[in-house]
């Protein structure tokens, strides 16, 4: 069974910092590229960073360059997201997802397999 499970959200002022974390199994890891996605209140679900299968190749969204970053460690079966500088319009709940498709890309339809989600609230 493939299973997903962010962890590390909570609650920070703005400016500080979080690292989530996205723990799989079920599949074989290295084989898959991983997202993490934000959805906010009332929102549509976005994605915010991209990673490849063995991390030759990472993005993150406009929304957040210069303070996300992903990365990930095939041996812990493990992708994390670094948040810096964080904004009270980054609250959000985050996912990580998984996905098959071998071209980078963040549109939340291409992938198949959701965690449950990570709650972060960025205070002003």
């Known amino acids: 069974e493939v299973q997903l499970v962010e962890s590390g959200g909570g609650l920070v002022q703005a400016g500080g910092s979080l690292r989530l974390s996205c723990a799989a199994s079920?599949?074989?890891?290295?084989?898959?590229?991983i997202g993490w996605f934000r959805q906010a209140p009332g929102k549509e679900r976005e994605g915010v960073a991209y990673i490849s299968s063995r991390a030759w190749s990472a993005y993150v969204a406009n929304s957040v360059k210069g303070r996300f970053t992903i990365s990930r460690d095939n041996a812990k079966n493990t992708v994390y997201l670094q948040m810096n500088s964080l904004k009270p319009e980054d609250t959000a709940v985050y996912y990580c997802?998984?996905?098959?498709?071998?071209?980078?890309?963040?549109?939340?339809?291409?992938?198949?397999?959701w965690g449950q989600g990570t709650q972060v609230t960025v205070s002003s």
């Open positions: 079920g599949f074989t890891f290295d084989d898959y590229a």
């Open positions: 997802a998984t996905t098959a498709v071998t071209i980078a890309t963040m549109r939340p339809g291409l992938y198949d397999y």
